[in-house]
Nanobody, 122 residues
Framework: QVQLVESGGGLVQPGGSLRLSCAAS????????MGWYRQAPGKQRELVAS???????TYAESVRGRFTISRDNAKNTVYLQMNSLKPEDTAVYYC????????????????WGQGTLVTVSS
């Protein structure tokens, strides 16, 4: 069984920084894409950033230039460095992994983490 465990959320003042981490546990052979989504109260879940196995990144326009996504394939871990945080970044942040292969026969199409709350407030 594969699980994604997120950490690093919390309360931060506007203009501050946080670093989120998400580690995939279990017997994993490979993971295609990893990414971060967020869901603010009353809003739909949206993509924040994603990264392919080869390191190609995609960002939502609202976070481009402020957030940086990276991954360590050897550790099956993805990170989200968030700088210059704004109150509108307040949300539950979810880690996502797709194409999670555990052996030659079994592949999970998509796995989600449990979410970590980020609150940006003075």
């Amino acid at each position: 069984q594969v699980q994604l465990v997120e950490s690093g959320g919390g309360l931060v003042q506007p203009g501050g920084s946080l670093r989120l981490s998400c580690a995939a546990s279990g017997s994993i052979f490979s993971i295609n894409n990893m990414g971060w989504y967020r869901q603010a109260p009353g809003k739909q879940r949206e993509l924040v950033a994603s990264i392919t196995g080869g390191g190609t990144t995609t960002y939502a326009e609202s976070v481009r230039g402020r957030f940086t996504i990276s991954r360590d394939n050897a550790k099956n871990t993805v990170y989200l460095q968030m700088n210059s945080l704004k109150p509108e970044d307040t949300a539950v942040y979810y880690c996502n992994a797709d194409g999670v292969r555990v052996n030659i026969l079994k592949k999970y199409p998509e796995v989600w983490g449990q979410g970590t709350l980020v609150t940006v407030s003075s």
